[in-house]
Every structure is written in structure tokens, then in C-alpha cells.
């Protein structure tokens, strides 16, 4: 077989074949993005299954049009003026979750050796995706303000003007960043949009944990600040319904939706269409508001119990993030343990993280994990979290 020259740049994620030692019962994972298995609305959903077969007949089985049911694109422009992010339907794509957007985006932006701006530590999905696509990256630093924009001014400032025009894309989680936790402050995400205006690169605005606030105020998105159109925005139904359903959405101005519904329809022809009327059906119904609600108390509690329980258990040299919402705390231990050679000791001791240099483009990391908080039962956390201390308590 003679594969294209881009599958030379594929890796296999090592988190995967990693994480399927965690799969035994006895393990207590605070490895995956996932969300509390509890928390999924099965009654709900069997009897919204019913209601769009009997509302709608059979069009929910067929195929649908590739940007999406028209239903729920409608529902989807009018919600998101809850963020104060003005779209129509034209300006919305209903996706495979957000992880097709990230696909969909680097495949008509990214050419071999072309430049992705992306924060270190970043979401591992995304730079999956624009590794598919042989990118380049230019990295900047995290701090408790988010993405460090004056790096990415400086770089670019300093860049020469040929290798510039090879920046096709800054790629950005403001709120409650994966890997992190941190969220970006409103002077950062302006800032952001000046460079993006200054140097003409388009913002990728990831945002599938801005419903999941657990205290303080909501900041502006950065979409919400574009006046030039110059931000493509994506968010998801898989932390607020259910992953499984794979929908996410993503809304930017017409001219590229639609490069992206061409590039779509040689992907997928278009999105579940069976999910695309359930969604629709979840969000008018006051069903999502009346879930977000509930998930939020159940995962304030959870991070509460995982920060109370890494301030006992956690010993001096150590020190983490405070979310505010989200799913995720990153910890940073003393600089002799490096956490992808703990990773199997920490099997042996029934718990697991993800290690931090898998988040990492610039070959940082090694002495951070992501530890995620949403998915383990509360019970289970303190013993966890625990069992995690003595595991880095015996290494120093
Ligand atoms: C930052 C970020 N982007 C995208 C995704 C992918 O989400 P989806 O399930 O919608 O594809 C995730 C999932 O965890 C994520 O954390």
C-alpha cells in the first residue's frame, strides 16, 4: 500500500493505547473529557424519540441538507444571542460534534508546513486535526489570564513577512480551557482580535464549556468582539446532552460556511439527522436549560470535592488551577517527577491522569497532569485524589 505523504505525520494518539489500561473497574479515571454518565437525560430522550417520529414522520430518518436541519440551525442562531453572538442560519453549520469543525477548518486552511498558533498546553483533539493536515506551530504560553497574546504579537511582530503569511490560523479555548481550566480575560481576548485584524489571521474559537460556568460572570466571547468576521466559533452538544450523539455546531460569516459545506459534503454528506430533530426537540422544549442547571450543581460539587480533596492530600512543591467551570484542574508537581513515568505507577496504584506533555506542542509538560473532575462519582474523588498524593508524596 503507498499511503499519501500526510499519513507520515499521523501519530497514533499514545493517550488511547495509555488509557486502555485504565479500563479495568477498579481504576478511578480522572483521564477523559468525559461527562458524568449519571447525568444523561435517558428518560427524556426516550420520550422525545418518540415525539419527533410522530411529529415529523419519517424525515428524521432521511438524508438532510449538509449545514443541517433547517429546525435546528434556526434554534441554534436565535440561542446563541444568549451569548451575544449574532448569526443566521446561513452563518451555521450543524457538525459531528466540534471535533469535525476542527477537521472541516484545517481542511480548507491548511496546506503542508503552513502555521497554526496554538496555546501550550492545548486541546490534544485539536492538534490531532491540524497535524492530519501537516501544519507547523507557533506556540504561546498559558498563564492565570490565558493565552499569552503579547507572545504571540511579539513572534509575529518578529516573523518575517513571507514565513507570516504561512500563519493560517490562532486557534483558542477562552472559556475554561482543556487542558487548564484557565479562562482567558476580556484585555487578552481584545487583544487577540487586534492581532488577528492587524495580521489578517483568522481566530478558531473553540467553546464547548461555556455553559458549564459553576461561579463568577461570564466573559464576552471573542466572536461577540469580531467586527470583521474574522473569528469561525464552535461549540458542541456533547458536554450538555450527550457525546455519543456526536453534534456540535460551528457559525462564521457565509462566504467560508460555505468552503466548509463543500469540504462537508465530500466528509459526511451531512450530520445524523435522527440527532439533529432530537436536539432541536431538547433545546425547545426547556429540557437543555432545565439539564445545564442540573449538571452544573453536580459538577460544582464534584470540583469542589477534587479541590478540597488535593489541598489535603496533595503534598508542598505542588500546585494547580482553580476553575471556575469546565471539567478540568491542571496540577504541576516538583520538577524530579516527570508524570508520563509516574502514569504506570499510578495504574498500580488504581488511579490515572492524562500526562501533561501529551497537551504539549513545544516539548513542555512533562512535570504537569490534566486531572479531570466531571466524570468520576463523587464518592470516589477523595480516594482517588488520595491515592494520587501518596503516589507523589513517595517521589520527593
Ligand atoms: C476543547 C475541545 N474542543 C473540542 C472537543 C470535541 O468535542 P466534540 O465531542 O463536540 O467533538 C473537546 C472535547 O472534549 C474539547 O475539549
Redesign the pocket.
Known amino acids: 500500500m503507498r499511503f499519501a505523504d500526510r499519513t507520515n505525520e499521523m501519530k497514533a494518539s499514545e493517550i488511547r493505547e495509555l488509557l486502555k489500561l485504565a479500563e479495568d473497574k477498579k481504576i478511578i479515571s480522572f483521564a477523559g ?1 468525559l461527562p458524568s454518565s449519571d447525568s444523561f437525560p435517558i428518560k427524556k430522550i426516550d420520550r422525545m424519540c418518540t415525539k419527533i417520529l410522530k411529529d415529523y414522520d419519517t424525515a428524521p430518518l432521511q438524508y438532510g441538507i449538509t449545514e443541517g436541519i433547517t429546525e435546528l440551525r434556526v434554534t441554534l442562531a436565535k440561542r446563541m444571542k444568549k451569548f451575544r453572538i449574532k448569526c443566521k442560519k446561513e452563518n451555521l453549520i450543524v457538525t459531528n ?4 469543525v ?1 477537521d472541516l477548518v484545517s481542511k480548507i486552511l491548511i496546506n503542508p508546513k503552513d502555521i497554526v498558533a496554538v496555546e501550550v498546553p492545548t ?1 490534544l ?2 492538534i490531532c486535526s491540524f497535524r492530519n493536515y501537516q501544519s507547523r506551530f507557533l506556540t504561546m504560553k498559558i498563564d492565570s489570564n490565558g493565552m499569552k497574546t503579547h507572545e504571540l504579537e511579539d513572534k509575529l511582530r518578529k516573523m518575517g513577512k513571507k514565513k507570516r503569511e504561512k500563519v493560517k490560523l490562532i486557534y483558542a ?1 477562552p472559556n475554561f480551557h ?1 487542558p487548564t481550566g484557565v479562562d482567558m480575560s476580556l484585555e487578552r481576548r481584545k487583544h487577540l482580535i487586534e492581532i488577528s485584524k492587524r495580521y489578517h489571521i483568522p481566530i478558531l474559537e ?1 467553546d ?1 464549556y461555556v455553559e458549564l460556568r459553576y461561579s463568577g460572570k461570564d466573559t464576552p466571547s471573542i466572536k461577540n468582539l469580531d467586527k470583521e468576521g474574522l473569528v469561525i466559533y464552535t461549540s ?1 452538544f ?1 458536554k450538555i446532552f450527550a ?1 455519543g450523539f ?1 453534534l ?1 455546531w460551528m457559525i462564521s460569516e457565509e462566504k467560508f460556511a460555505r468552503k466548509i459545506t463543500v469540504a462537508k459534503q465530500g466528509t459526511d454528506l451531512c450530520t445524523n439527522i435522527f440527532c439533529q430533530y432530537l436536539a432541536n426537540e431538547y433545546i425547545k422544549s426547556g429540557a437543555m436549560d432545565k439539564q445545564i442547571q442540573k449538571i452544573r450543581k453536580m459538577y460544582r460539587k464534584k470540583k469542589d470535592k477534587m479541590l478540597e480533596a488535593m489541598d489535603k492530600h496533595f503534598p508542598e512543591g505542588c500546585k494547580w488551577t482553580r476553575p471556575k467551570g469546565g471539567m478540568f484542574i491542571w496540577a504541576t508537581l516538583p520538577k524530579k517527577i516527570d508524570t508520563e513515568k509516574m502514569f504506570h505507577e499510578a495504574i498500580k496504584h488504581r488511579v490515572c491522569y492524562v500526562h501533561g506533555a501529551a497537551f504539549c506542542v513545544d516539548g513542555s509538560g512533562h512535570h504537569s497532569m490534566r486531572l479531570n473532575f466531571s466524570n468520576a462519582d463523587e464518592d470516589k474523588i477523595e480516594l482517588g485524589i488520595k491515592r494520587l498524593g501518596n503516589l507523589i508524596k513517595s517521589k520527593i
Open positions: 473529557g460534534g466540534s471535533q469535525a476542527l486541546y483533539g485539536g479555548i482543556n473553540d464547548p458542541t456533547s457525546p456526536r456540535g
